[in-house]
């Protein structure tokens, strides 16, 4: 129109009698300049809608109807259709109006193609075989995060079927790049496909509980894109055998399992999208704590249950002794000790998580001589029945700090009660592991002088020469109920990290220098941090 002389006078001399032009194209990089013509000269109102197919014009709101079924650039029209039929008038202006009603204005789709920006849409796919596509897009699109939900077993293995795991496990070979998260109900042969993914280390997957009768599948991509896809409940046993290449399968994916799909690249409908995934991720992840948890207590209960009948047994045993054979009493009376300083010892572990459990662990912080409340602890160690190591062929070392060969005072801040509790612990729980050996404590001063204001640590080091922590131990050996002895409530070790810990200090494992037993180092603030 704007190339060709005479229409372009026709219509700027109907402009210039006050008549509106209103154009519905698709505004594209090739045609914006002639669309900035036509807005130039004309004073036309454009606006844009993708795809939009045909050409016609209508006048004075369907008086007359002008069609023609091809417009090339500066070529005479072959062919031309006119109607001032008022019935057809009204309806191709109701067309019009229809198409108006959904289009964009010319100024935003400027926007969208000077700055790049891709338009939001939210679509509603009938067709299965564009679904299908657009879902291969969308994965090998994919630059940040992949994730999905399939709420049913049969919607797992519907997308099993047509390669979609295979690909996923493809990204997840071939990116460093792109984290994969998957929420998909649980059986057995869904186990044994996903371990290829699960070898993957940016690939993640929880599982729900299936959703019955709801057969769909949800995937976010980056962020920024969604499709939610029902799946048809169709026999796919025999394609999930096939042994066909990922390409392959893409071709020859039977399209017609999959029904109505919505795509979005609306960021709220994204967020909702997204919104939901990671609600279900949390809930899966907290459904595990709680089952961890549950196995945690029912151990711990049966441990306790040990832990109390033993001790409980024995003092019974003894007092039934001491009716029976009176005389016998003062050689009943240590075992009856010993097994109730166990009973003992078991309740105030108990009573110390429920402290550290809710944050009432109070400290009686006080300026103490390390040196002095170790010495003192390992002789108490010693000597008290429920820790005796006199039927052990074990020897308690312990190296105080020295300076020029002088044992030097030590200074501290910490509650002392706490810190020989701390002691109690990490000898009894090296005493339990060595049958035959040494266990040796040392204090190394990283203060250049203790009197001063400077905040620093000192280090505590307590080894022995038993067998050594086992392997499966070392990711929960600070946890509550962490125990593979025979004896033991696996709370010693979670209490004495909180105790440390709620000093400034921290507690941790090292491997001994020979590889033998075990090696607990942990450390403590020469200075006073605590508020009263």
Aim: neutral net charge.
């Amino acid at each position: 129109m704007v190339d060709v002389e005479s229409i372009k006078e026709a219509r700027i001399k109907a402009k210039n009698r006050g008549v509106k032009f209103r154009y519905v194209t698709e505004v594209t990089p090739k045609n914006l300049s002639y669309c900035k013509e036509m807005i130039k000269y004309f004073g036309a109102e454009i606006r844009h809608l993708d795809d939009v197919k045909g050409n016609f014009e209508i006048s004075d709101y369907g008086k007359e109807y002008v069609a023609i079924a091809n417009l090339q650039e500066t070529k005479p029209l072959k062919q031309l259709i006119y109607s001032n039929v008022k019935e057809i008038g009204e309806q191709q202006q109701y067309i019009f109006d229809t198409l108006w009603n959904k289009t964009i204005s010319f100024d935003e789709k400027i926007k969208e193609i000077e700055e790049g920006i891709l338009p939001e849409v939210t679509e509603v796919i009938r067709n299965s075989a564009k679904a299908q596509e657009l879902e291969w897009n969308l994965l090998k699109m994919a630059r940040e995060e992949i994730q999905i939900i399939y709420s049913t077993v049969k919607a797992y293995k519907m997308q099993r079927s047509v390669g979609v795991i295979d690909y996923l496990a493809k990204i997840a070979a071939e990116s460093d790049n792109v984290k994969i998260k998957l929420l998909t109900p649980n059986d057995y042969s869904i186990q044994e496909s996903l371990q290829s993914l699960k070898d993957g280390n940016n690939i993640d997957i929880n599982y729900i509980e299936p959703k019955s009768g709801i057969i769909i599948k949800t995937l976010v991509v980056d962020k920024k894109h969604s499709l939610v896809m029902e799946l048809k409940d169709k026999d796919y046993s025999t394609a999930a055998e096939e042994k066909d290449s990922i390409l392959l399968k893409t071709e020859t994916a039977p399209a017609a399992e999959i029904g109505i799909s919505t795509y979005s690249n609306s960021k709220p409908t994204v967020l909702s999208y997204l919104s939901i995934f990671e609600t279900l991720w949390r809930q899966t992840e907290l459904f595990e704590q709680l089952k961890q948890a549950d196995i945690l207590k029912t151990e711990f209960i049966n441990i306790a249950a040990h832990e109390l009948r033993t001790p409980t047994q024995t003092i019974i045993g003894y007092c039934e002794m001491i009716n029976i054979f009176p005389e016998k009493k003062d050689e009943y009376i240590n075992p009856i000790k010993r097994n109730s300083e166990r009973l003992y010892k078991l309740t105030q572990d108990i009573l110390e998580v429920s402290r550290i459990e809710s944050n009432s662990l109070k400290l009686d912080i006080e300026k103490i001589e390390l040196n002095e409340v170790i010495n003192e602890t390992v002789i108490d160690f010693i000597r008290r029945p429920l820790y005796s190591i006199n039927n052990k062929d074990i020897k308690i070392n312990f190296n105080p700090s020295n300076n020029n060969n002088h044992q030097s005072p030590l200074f501290v801040y910490a509650d002392k009660n706490r810190i020989q509790q701390v002691i109690f612990n990490l000898l009894d729980n090296a005493s339990k592991f060595t049958e035959k050996g040494e266990i040796t404590l040392s204090i190394k001063d990283d203060a250049e002088n203790n009197s001063n204001e400077k905040c620093n640590d000192i280090t505590i080091r307590i080894q022995d020469t038993g067998k050594g922590i086992d392997s499966e131990m070392l990711p929960r050996l600070f946890k509550k109920f962490a125990t593979k002895s025979e004896r033991g409530t696996g709370l010693g070790l979670y209490i004495t990290k909180n105790i440390i810990e709620a000093h400034g200090g921290k507690i941790w494992t090292e491997k001994t220098s020979n590889g033998k037993g075990t090696l607990f180092v942990f450390t403590l603030p020469t200075r006073n941090n605590h508020k009263k």
